[in-house]
C-alpha cells in the first residue's frame, strides 16, 4: 500500500515562506502526477499546484508568481515552495500522487498538514 508522508507547515506571518514536502513510499514502480492541493474550514479541496514525472507543472491562478512545485523523482518525493504568504492560504495542504505499484496503478494522498498565516 502507497503512503505519502507530508512534512513543514505550520504559522507564519504574511509575507512570510514556508515549504512543504511529501514523500511516497510502499512497492512504488514509477509515479506519474503528483499535486498539492488545499481545502480551507466549510470549503472544498482545490487543487494548488501539479507536476509530471517530466517536470511540466501547473498552478492554480491564485498562487502563480509565489508558489513553486517541484520533485524529485529518485526519492519519489515532492515539494512545494510557498513565498508571499497571505491570510487566504490558510488551509490544510494534502499532497497527491498517481501512479504504478508492483501491484497495479495506485493513487493516494497523504494525511494532510496544516498551513496557518496570520499576524
Known amino acids: 500500500q502507497v503512503q505519502l508522508v507530508e512534512s513543514g507547515g505550520g504559522l507564519v506571518q504574511p509575507g512570510g515562506s514556508l515549504s512543504l514536502s511529501c514523500a511516497a513510499s510502499?512497492?512504488?514502480?514509477?509515479?506519474?502526477?503528483m499535486g498539492w492541493y488545499r481545502q480551507a474550514p466549510g470549503k472544498q479541496r482545490d487543487v494548488v499546484a501539479t507536476?509530471?514525472?517530466?517536470?511540466?507543472?501547473n498552478y492554480a491562478d491564485s498562487v502563480k508568481g509565489r508558489f513553486t512545485i517541484s520533485r524529485d523523482n529518485a526519492k519519489n518525493t515532492v515539494y512545494l515552495q510557498m513565498n508571499s504568504l497571505k491570510p487566504e492560504d490558510t488551509a490544510v495542504y494534502y499532497c497527491?500522487?498517481?501512479?504504478?505499484?508492483?501491484?497495479?496503478?495506485?493513487?493516494?494522498w497523504g494525511q494532510g498538514t496544516q498551513v496557518t498565516v496570520s499576524s
Open positions: 507536476i509530471t514525472r517530466g517536470g511540466r507543472t
Open positions: 510502499g512497492g512504488i514502480f514509477s509515479i506519474n502526477a
Open positions: 497527491n500522487a498517481e501512479g504504478g505499484t508492483y501491484y497495479g496503478p495506485f493513487g493516494s
